[in-house]
């Protein structure tokens, strides 16, 4: 499995733009990227997944690095609802596992 | 709405009791996931059913642990002689198909024991 590096935590503040990180160097050729977040006291909620092209969908950007090895999710203006813990996750389309597995992700805070 | 619905929301039990954790998914998913969320940690995969059933357990930490979906849509995890070590968030997830497809989580079960 491929292991994934994400800041502890960072901060933004409500309206701005914010980049988060992800180092995934040992990523395999059929991995997808997803991202998913959690907010307080509930239950992961998936963002935006991709291969190699940059995504786009209503909660967020996802951009790939050309040789895959690092992402970065995009908020493209941050709300107080976007505080939250995002985790970044390869996964493996078409391998025997289909379990996700957590990191410690990245806690955001937003500042109003 | 017609999101992954957990149930109790929250739980309390002594060491020593049994206990019953109910998912129901969302309706038609094909596959199931529970996981076990510590204090300050990620999700850990427990269990995957695909349908009625359970392609893969190798994330349960004990024999005490047991998991069923014998209809293929409401899954129960059962906690036999729990143990304060037991005590986390149990989240359960539904999906299209086990590969790939984004994963709908509940809000989960707090289970506490005393």
């Known amino acids: 499995d491929a292991k994934t590096t994400q800041p502890n935590s960072m901060e933004s503040n409500e309206e701005e733009p914010v980049h988060l990180p992800c180092n995934h160097s040992?990523?395999?050729?059929?991995?997808?990227i997803h991202w998913y977040r959690q907010l307080p006291s509930q239950g992961p909620e998936y963002v935006i997944h991709g291969l190699t092209s940059n995504v786009n969908n209503r909660m967020a950007s996802l951009a790939i690095a050309e040789d895959r090895k690092s992402s970065t999710l995009i908020l493209h203006r941050a709300t107080l609802r976007d505080a939250a813990v995002y985790y970044c996750?390869?996964?493996?389309?078409?391998?025997?596992?289909?379990?996700?597995?957590f990191g410690k992700g990245t806690k955001l805070s937003v500042k109003p | 709405g017609a999101g992954v619905s957990q149930s109790p929301r929250y739980k309390v039990a002594k060491r020593g009791q049994d206990v019953a954790l109910r998912c129901d998914p969302i309706?038609?998913?094909?596959?199931l996931f529970w996981y076990q969320q510590a204090l300050g940690q990620g999700p850990e995969f427990l269990t995957y059913?695909?349908?009625?059933?359970?392609?893969?357990k190798s994330g349960l930490p004990s024999d005490r642990f047991f998991a069923e979906r014998p209809e293929g849509s409401v899954s129960t995890l059962k906690i036999q002689r729990t143990q304060q070590e037991d005590s986390a968030v149990y989240l359960c997830?539904?999906?299209?198909?086990?590969?790939?497809?984004?994963?709908?989580f509940g809000d989960g079960t707090r289970l506490s024991i005393l």
């Open positions: 997830a539904s999906s299209w198909d086990r590969v790939g497809q984004p994963q709908h």
């Open positions: 309706s038609g998913h094909v596959s």
């Open positions: 059913f695909q349908n009625e059933a359970q392609l893969d």
């Open positions: 040992t990523i395999s050729g059929t991995d997808y």
């Open positions: 996750i390869p996964t493996n389309y078409g391998g025997s596992q289909g379990n996700l597995i």
